[in-house]
């Protein structure tokens, strides 16, 4: 069975800077799906990005970009240029057969 | 475009009581979950159905029945309603594409008393 751990509960970040949400996980399978979900205080669950297991090259969405390190089963995601409307709780999604999450991240991003 | 639609959004139980959250998609999705939300835990896996006919458990799949009535519905049921089933309950659908993503209800907060 796969697992998704979110080592973070909380993160917060100042507005303009950088910050860096991890997610490791654990699977025997080669061929997966990688994705980021916000989730704002509506309970909306929005995908921030997604990435392609077989793809070596990391995805990029305007400000939010992630680091798959295939070998080591880590994939962080950094938002750049935090904003305020970025606050919300993040969660991190493997996909093979079924979609599993992580416990989230809670991000705060100061004015 | 109503995507993923959840009903009801809230409700309250007594123990014991029964009751079936329904969700619906109309956007010709295999794929079909439902999720649990809890403070700390994320989204844990009830029961999902990868195809109309067919469902599997997920990671807290004790105390819930399911039924994919046809490819757009897909029910949750609480045979007998306890506290710890308190929660928010999302249902979502997904394509058969591995990379596409997965569309969510608005969930439904449910109590039980």
């Known amino acids: 069975a796969q697992t998704v751990t979110q080592s973070q509960p909380e993160m917060s970040v100042q507005e303009a800077e950088t910050v860096t949400l991890s997610c490791t996980y654990d699977?025997?399978?080669?061929?997966?799906?990688l994705f980021w979900y916000k989730q704002p205080p509506s309970r909306q669950m929005i995908l921030v990005i997604r990435q392609e297991a077989y793809k070596q090259q990391n995805a990029t969405e305007n400000r939010f970009s992630v680091n798959f390190q295939k070998a080591a089963k880590s994939f962080s995601l950094k938002i750049s240029d935090s904003q305020l409307g970025d606050a919300a709780m993040y969660f991190c999604?493997?996909?093979?057969?079924?979609?599993?999450f992580g416990a989230g991240t809670t991000v705060t991003v100061r004015a | 475009n109503a995507g993923v639609t959840q009903t009801p959004k809230f409700q309250v139980l007594k123990t014991g009581q029964s009751m079936t959250l329904q969700c619906a998609q109309d956007m010709n999705h295999n794929s079909m979950y439902w999720y649990r939300q809890d403070p700390g835990m994320g989204l844990r896996l009830i029961y999902y159905?990868?195809?109309?006919?067919?469902?599997d458990k997920g990671e807290v799949p004790n105390g819930y029945n399911v039924s994919r009535l046809n490819k757009r519905e897909f029910s949750l049921r609480l045979e007998s309603a306890a506290p710890s089933q308190t929660s928010v309950y999302f249902c979502?659908?997904?394509?058969?594409?591995?990379?596409?993503?997965?569309?969510f209800g608005q969930g439904t907060r449910l109590t039980v008393v």
């Open positions: 979502a659908s997904k394509a058969p594409s591995g990379v596409t993503e997965a569309f």
């Open positions: 999604a493997y996909m093979s057969y079924k979609l599993s």
């Open positions: 159905s990868a195809s109309e006919g067919t469902t």
């Open positions: 699977t025997s399978e080669s061929d997966y799906y």
